[in-house]
């Protein structure tokens, strides 16, 4: 069976409120919509980012995750791991490792959202 099939619930977290480092950024934070409408006490959670980077993002993820619950376990999924870790996060599920520069950025388009399916490494930040 495939992965994605034994998947009982896809729902969306916003991280925003949870990360260490919106006071070291100059932009406004946008608050997205999480929608998660139950207890994650004893479930399996995967959570699935694009492009996986200093781990910051998905600290913050594991933050939320627990205002929902105790899941028994938490696993990460991502399309891109481009290195550069700044905390000891690790992805369980990896679909390409890409090693990149500090300097540059990885953009991640996908057809549902941007028409075209690719991987762009941008030049500054």
Not at 15 to 25: G, H, P, Q, T
Not at 94 to 105: R, T, Y
Request: proline letters at 2%.
């Amino acid at each position: 069976m495939k992965f994605w099939k034994k998947i009982k619930a896809w729902k969306i977290l916003d991280v925003n409120l949870y990360r260490d480092d919106i006071s070291a950024s100059n932009k406004k934070q946008r608050l997205g919509e999480t929608k998660i409408n139950f207890s994650l006490d004893d479930k399996i959670v995967v959570l699935i980012d694009d492009v996986l980077f200093t781990g910051r993002t998905i600290r913050a993820a594991m933050d939320a995750l627990i205002d929902f619950g105790r899941p028994k376990m938490i696993q990460l999924a991502v399309l891109i791991d481009r290195g550069h870790r700044e905390l000891p996060i690790r992805a369980d599920f990896v679909g390409k490792n890409l090693p990149s520069s500090l300097w540059e950025a990885v953009r991640v388009d996908l057809v549902e959202k941007n028409g075209v399916d690719e991987v762009v490494i941008e030049e500054g930040t």
